[in-house]
């Protein structure tokens, strides 16, 4: 199976920053092939979002309110992917939630698509 294991969250000021992580882990003997890695989040009382993605080769997506102030990236040697949050507002607040899609390659190759458990990003006014 493949876990994913978030860390970056916390409370900040509203202009400050912070930088979240998600890094894939597979059970030995696989080999994992990442196709695309977003964040999501939830605000209370609202659904999930994307926040932004970046597919393996491909360009980066991101939501319309974090445009300019947010920024996905990945390291596919570490299965890991980063979001640099800069410039953030109380509206930003919401538990950050990382999903990454792809194959799991072994004595076969199979689909998986993993959520992480969540982290808390709390922005003050």
């Known amino acids: 199976q493949v876990q994913l294991v978030e860390s970056g969250g916390g409370l900040v000021q509203a202009g400050g920053s912070l930088r979240l992580s998600c890094a894939a882990s597979?059970?030995?003997?696989?080999?994992?092939?990442?196709?695309?890695m977003g964040w999501y989040r939830q605000a209370p009382g609202k659904q999930r979002e994307l926040v932004a993605s970046?597919?393996?080769?491909?360009?980066?997506t991101y939501a319309d309110s974090v445009k300019g102030r947010f920024t996905i990236s990945r390291d596919n040697a570490k299965n890991t992917a980063y979001l640099e949050m800069n410039s953030l507002k109380p509206e930003d607040t919401a538990v950050y939630y990382c999903?990454?899609?792809?194959?799991?390659?072994?004595?076969?190759?199979?689909?998986?698509?993993?959520w992480g458990q969540g982290t808390q990003v709390t922005v003050s006014s």
């Open positions: 999903n990454v899609d792809g194959a799991i390659i072994g004595a076969s190759m199979r689909h998986f698509n993993s």
């Open positions: 597979r059970t030995s003997g696989s080999i994992l092939r990442i196709n695309n």
């Open positions: 970046i597919p393996s080769g491909g360009r980066t």
